[in-house]
């Protein structure tokens, strides 16, 4: 942790609007001065681990010292990991500095995701370490350009960094699914999200979770999870059903209808076994109670 007078998070939190099939066209997100505090803190706690550990100064002044804002960062890393023989770091960068520069709303979700992480996830003691670290962070991120490009009409390139995505990071989002603000994804291992999927606002995933389809039926056929859920490793959620606000999936659990608001449920196929606090996203509990 970074030592000194720095002021450093968290900041206020937001409350989350509640659940709905589209994403709002303004969020709540990190204000400018919330946004440059962020960025502050970073740069402070990376001089640090700079200092603190000669091997990483190079790749950390690379990644991060040398930038001049987050979204140069994010757009320099992310590229590095999923440059290919077929398209070099450089042209990756320009893509996703154009999608980050062109769309507000992607960074700005992206720092709530570094907050959430952070504020969630008791290995996480700094803020530049999702950024760096957390594949899980890394295939969100992935994704919300991935997004932007299909929103765009550019599907083919979309496709391309799916599939090299997923082949780096171990999740596999399509491009069309909507995300909200403030996701966690702990680990990001076997995360699979399908096309017409919607997740909400301040969600926690654990690793191994699919939301997928029932079927081979077309059109609206993946889950819709609401603000404030937290779904538990390994779990499943199947076909076009609705997971309410604040809702708690077990690991391992099969869900293939609608999940009330503040309830957790669990098993195959899953069932309701009592009330969910009321935040489970926060507060992360993984016991069958609330």
């Given at each position: 942790?970074?030592?000194?007078?720095?002021?450093?998070?968290?900041?206020?939190?937001?409350?989350?609007?509640?659940?709905?099939?589209?994403?709002?066209?303004?969020?709540?997100?990190?204000?400018?001065?919330?946004?440059?505090?962020?960025?502050?803190?970073?740069?402070?706690?990376t001089h640090e681990a700079a200092a603190g550990e000669p091997m990483l100064a190079s790749f950390l002044h690379q990644t991060v010292l040398r930038h001049s804002s987050l979204d140069r960062v994010l757009a320099f890393h992310l590229s590095s990991k999923l440059a290919s023989p077929v398209m070099d770091s450089r042209a990756l960068y320009e893509i996703f500095f154009q999608a980050l520069s062109s769309d507000t709303r992607i960074s700005k979700a992206m720092q709530a995701d570094i907050i959430a992480h952070y504020q969630r996830d008791p290995a996480c003691d700094?803020?530049?370490?999702?950024?760096?670290?957390?594949?899980?962070?890394?295939?969100?991120?992935?994704?919300?350009?991935?997004?932007?490009?299909?929103?765009?009409?550019?599907?083919?390139?979309?496709?391309?960094?799916?599939?090299?995505?997923?082949?780096?990071?171990?999740?596999?989002?399509?491009?069309?699914?909507r995300f909200g603000y403030g996701i966690m994804v702990d680990h990001g291992t076997g995360l699979v999200v399908g096309e017409t999927a919607v997740l909400g606002n301040d969600i926690s995933i654990l690793h191994g979770v699919t939301l997928g389809g029932s079927g081979k039926e077309s059109g609206d056929r993946?889950?819709?999870?609401?603000?404030?859920?937290?779904?538990?490793?390994?779990?499943?959620?199947?076909?076009?059903?609705?997971?309410?606000?604040?809702?708690?999936?077990?690991?391992g659990s099969v869900?293939?209808?609608?999940?009330?608001?503040?309830?957790?449920?669990?098993?195959?196929?899953?069932?309701?076994?009592?009330?969910?606090?009321?935040r489970p996203s926060d507060d992360m509990d993984q016991s069958l109670q609330a």
């Open positions: 942790m970074v030592s000194g007078s720095l002021h450093i998070f968290p900041l206020p939190r937001q409350a989350a609007p509640h659940f709905s099939s589209r994403l709002p066209e303004s969020m709540t997100l990190p204000d400018y001065e919330s946004s440059r505090t962020l960025w502050q803190t970073i740069l402070a706690e700094a803020y530049y370490q999702p950024l760096l670290y957390y594949k899980g962070f890394h295939a969100v991120q992935a994704h919300r350009i991935n997004h932007w490009l299909w929103q765009h009409g550019r599907k083919t390139l979309a496709y391309f960094l799916q599939n090299r995505a997923s082949e780096v990071f171990g999740a596999d989002i399509h491009p069309a699914a993946h889950p819709k999870i609401g603000d404030g859920v937290m779904i538990g490793a390994n779990a499943s959620i199947l076909g076009n059903i609705r997971v309410h606000e604040c809702a708690k999936i077990g690991a869900v293939v209808e609608d999940v009330p608001a503040h309830t957790t449920v669990v098993g195959v196929p899953a069932r309701a076994v009592g009330q969910s606090s009321a």
